[in-house]
Every structure is written in structure tokens, then in C-alpha cells.
């Protein structure tokens, strides 16, 4: 196997760890508080890379324009459902939800960009959306903890499925908005650096505002800090830095396949974490939320 393709591989591993992680602080750390976390351990990561390859350089005006409307949608709005989404459904079920960023990205190219659909890649949107009702289920109550795997056949509360669609659309927005910069030579490191600094600030203003209704009222731990700023690493940190090294090597509709083995990758983990193995449809239906992406992005 090539370098590039090994390199997605540990991309895909990498976020996978980082959602295992953030699922391990459901109920000891609010959603604006693990943001802020998530954020200020990114830019500082993210931004140290920058500084060292000169890619602050480079950077006009009229890009961080479009990287902060990147921000707004991909990190504000799509980090804090990401995480509410994973505290509400699970590690697993919020992998699987996040695989419609493919689809809703090549919609998104059809409507804005004025892109072709071709009937192969309609034939892949149909597969991830079936991939995702065989192994998440319709929704249904949410009666059962998120910690745990949900099962399918409609466990799933609502408020995790509608949280996983909207993270996946934001997540689809940023890339969207952050097109033009990047295809102007923007360098990633910098990019994210940007990206994740104003959600820093942003966050920042979150907590100082005088509103009872987003205060953590969870105690501080250093150990909680630990996890939240380890997540940050392996998902932002270390996942998108082997991201971005396959993409600079390798095809990039292979690597966006291979990175997207996130729904697959994290069921052994979870099989490790409760001792107990996923059912059968949760391995059928994540292979075909993948494969359904290969087939939009090749």
C-alpha cells in the first residue's frame, strides 16, 4: 500500500480516537466549554506549524474573508453539533451521520458552483443514505445512554440525528466557503490556524456573556482538560496533519475515500471500549456509507 494511502488510513484512525474521547467527557463537560477547549488547543497547534513553514506569508485580506465565513459554519456552528451530536447519539452514530458531509458537498457544488451530478455519483448518495438508516435506524426514543452503542432499529433520539445532519451540512458550508482561499494557495496549516483562532474567539465571547443558560455548570478537572485537549490533538492536530500530507502525495478522490473509513475504524474501538462487539448491521452499513463516498469522490 502507497505512503498517501496509509497516511488517510491513520487520518481516519486519528478522528476516530478523537470522537472516543470526546464521548468519554459526556456529562462532565459542557458543549462551550469543551468548544473552547477544542479551539485554543487547535489554533495554538495549528498555528506553531504555520509560524514554522512562513505560511502567515502569504495570507491577503480577502482570504481570511472567506475563511472566516469557513469558521462560522465549519468550526462555530459545525464543531458545537459535532460535539452535541456525539453527547446525544454516540461516538458511533455521529461517525455515520458525518459521512452525508460527501453528499451534501456535492449538492452544494450543484446548486453554487453550477458542478455536474453524474449517475455514478447519485448512485453513491443513495448508498451512504441507506448505509446510515441500516446501521443507525430510524429514530426513536432516546432512552438509551449515549456512552453506549446504539443500536439499530430505532434508538436513536432525534436530537442526535437532527445534530449530525447539521454538523455535516456545516462541515459542507466551510468547505465550501473555504474553497477559493485554499485553491488561491493558502497553506492548510495557516488556513486552519485562521479558521480555528476566530472559533477561539468566538467561544471566548460565549463564556464571558452574562447567560445562565450556556454556563458549564460541570465542575473543572484537569483530567477532563486532558481528554478535551488530547481529542483536539489526534482530530485537529495529528488527524488533519496526515490529511493534508496525503493529499499533497496521493489521488485525492483515494485519500477522501480512505479518510472517510471513520465509521468503520471506530467500531473495533467501541468493541474494545464495552467489551461488547456492534451488530452485524452496524459493519454492513458503515462499509456502504464508505463506499458510497468512493463513488462520489473518485
Avoid at 141 to 157: C, F, S
Wanted: proline share 4%.
Amino acid at each position: 500500500m502507497f505512503l498517501s494511502e496509509l497516511l488517510a488510513l491513520g487520518a481516519a484512525t486519528c478522528i476516530a480516537m478523537s470522537g472516543m474521547l470526546i464521548n468519554e467527557l459526556n456529562g462532565k463537560v459542557g458543549l462551550f466549554r469543551l468548544a473552547l477547549w477544542q479551539m485554543t488547543a487547535a489554533v495554538i497547534m495549528t498555528g506553531t506549524v504555520s509560524v514554522i513553514l512562513g505560511g502567515w506569508r502569504h495570507v491577503e485580506a480577502w482570504h481570511v474573508g472567506y475563511l472566516a465565513a469557513s469558521s462560522l459554519f465549519g468550526i462555530m456552528i459545525a464543531s458545537t453539533t459535532y460535539f452535541a451530536a456525539i453527547y446525544a447519539a454516540g461516538a458511533r452514530v455521529t461517525a455515520l451521520l458525518f459521512s452525508l458531509t460527501s453528499p451534501f458537498a456535492l449538492l452544494l457544488g450543484y446548486l453554487v458552483l453550477g458542478e455536474t451530478i453524474s449517475l455514478r455519483q447519485s448512485g453513491g448518495v443513495a448508498l451512504v443514505l441507506a448505509g446510515i438508516v441500516l446501521a443507525v435506524g430510524l429514530p426513536g426514543k432516546p432512552g438509551i445512554h449515549a456512552k453506549h452503542p446504539v443500536k439499530p432499529g430505532g434508538n436513536v433520539p432525534w436530537r442526535g440525528v437532527v445534530l449530525g445532519i447539521i454538523t455535516a451540512l456545516g462541515q459542507a458550508l466551510g468547505s465550501l466557503c473555504a474553497r477559493p482561499a485554499m485553491a488561491a494557495g493558502v497553506e492548510p496549516f495557516t488556513a486552519m490556524a485562521i479558521r480555528s483562532g476566530l472559533a477561539a474567539l468566538f467561544f471566548i465571547v460565549i463564556a464571558l456573556l452574562p447567560i445562565a443558560a450556556l454556563k458549564d455548570r460541570q465542575s473543572f478537572a484537569w483530567r477532563h482538560l486532558g481528554l478535551g485537549v488530547a481529542a483536539s490533538f489526534f482530530g485537529t492536530g495529528l488527524g488533519m496533519s496526515l490529511l493534508m500530507a496525503a493529499l499533497a502525495q496521493g489521488n485525492v478522490g483515494i485519500v477522501s475515500t480512505l479518510s472517510s473509513m471513520t465509521p468503520v475504524v471506530i467500531l473495533p474501538m467501541l468493541w474494545v471500549r464495552t467489551g461488547k462487539p456492534p451488530a452485524a448491521t452496524a459493519w454492513i452499513g458503515a462499509a456502504l456509507a464508505v463506499i458510497g463516498t468512493a463513488l462520489i469522490s473518485l
